[in-house]
Nanobody, 123 residues
Framework: QVQLVESGGGLVQAGGSLRLSCAASGRTFNYYAMGWFRQAPGKEREFVASISLSGSSTAYADSVKGRFTISRDNAKNTVYLQMNSLKPEDTAVYYC????????????????WGQGTQVTVSS
């Protein structure tokens, strides 16, 4: 069982930066691959980034590649999403998610979800 709590969302101007954090409960955090997803009003939840158990392997959606960076600190049971050069189209609720072992880009593969944190980018 893993419980996830996101933080770090907010309102930022286009071109600005935010860092999201996702704190996980439990002692087996390093058994879970982690992902970030987002959902804008009226749209389906979409993949943003994922990271492997050790953090050695990452994947990104094309729309955020080169602007966002996912990382994890297994000693702190936390995964991060550094978001730079933000655009209005990045506005969404951002969710972190956990799944056992291998990461995935499909939200249906993740069994544990946080409550989400709102990111709003103004133009």
């Amino acid at each position: 069982q893993v419980q996830l709590v996101e933080s770090g969302g907010g309102l930022v101007q286009a071109g600005g930066s935010l860092r999201l954090s996702c704190a996980a409960s439990g002692r087996t955090f390093n058994y879970y691959a982690m992902g970030w997803f987002r959902q804008a009003p009226g749209k389906e939840r979409e993949f943003v980034a994922s990271i492997s158990l050790s953090g050695s392997s990452t994947a990104y959606a094309d729309s955020v590649k080169g602007r966002f960076t996912i990382s994890r600190d297994n000693a702190k049971n936390t995964v991060y999403l550094q978001m730079n050069s933000l655009k209005p189209e990045d506005t969404a609720v951002y969710y972190c998610a956990a799944k056992a072992f291998a990461p995935s880009t499909r939200h249906r593969d993740y069994g544990y979800w946080g409550q989400g944190t709102q990111v709003t980018v103004s133009s």
